[in-house]
């Protein structure tokens, strides 16, 4: 996938449709196939079908919540940096739902950053406040908080988008 080249792309979407297709019962890599599908159709450059997946990574794991990818986080990041404010209210309810299994200093940064925006957009500045305060106190953060693993899960590198924003206020 990472390739980037075309026909590589497309035949890694004919093996996953095909693991969809000949083991319709296998729960545990499911959401991980959405999940790629919808990588590759963001590095495709199609939005509306990377989205649909990663939706459908999000709603099977509702179903099979011991299956985990980082789906949500990466659908509510296009949701907000592409300001389809018709899903607002669903990435609010799916990124507050997740705060509390946040393990990684970056995930924290990311979730946090996003719910300051969505409630700035919302108009409620005291929370969004609060929640800019923890993405910048996670981004700055110099461990990950694990024992044998201190540097994995930190913010290597700040995103603009969020920044801009989150720096407002």
Same mark, same amino acid.
């Given at each position: ?42 590095? /495709? @450059?199609? %939005? !509306?079908?990377? +989205? ?5 990574? *999000? &709603?099977?794991? =509702? #179903? ?27 990435? /609010? @309810?799916? %990124? !507050?739902?997740? +705060? ?5 200093? *970056? &995930?924290?940064? =990311? #979730? ?41 899960? *930190? ?15």
């Amino acid at each position: 996938m990472y390739t980037k080249d075309n026909k590589l792309l497309k035949i890694a979407k004919e093996l996953l449709q095909k693991v969809l297709d000949d083991y319709p019962d296998n729960n545990l890599e499911k959401s991980s196939v959405y999940k790629t599908f919808g990588d590759i159709f963001l590095l /495709e @450059k199609n %939005l !509306e079908k990377a +989205i649909e997946y990663y939706r459908k990574a *999000i &709603d099977f794991e =509702k #179903v099979y919540p011991n299956v985990k990818t980082n789906s949500d986080i990466i659908y509510s990041e296009l949701i907000i940096k592409n300001k389809l404010t018709n899903e607002y209210l669903n990435v /609010e @309810k799916i %990124l !507050e739902e997740k +705060i509390s299994g946040l393990l990684f200093p *970056i &995930d924290k940064y =990311k #979730v946090f950053s996003m719910l300051a925006i969505l409630n700035y957009y919302n108009s409620n500045i005291q929370t969004a406040k609060g929640y800019a305060l923890l993405a910048n106190e996670n981004a700055q953060a110099e461990t990950s908080g694990l024992r044998y693993h201190k540097h994995l899960g *930190i913010v290597s590198e700040r995103d603009d988008f969020f920044d801009r924003i989150i720096n407002k206020l």
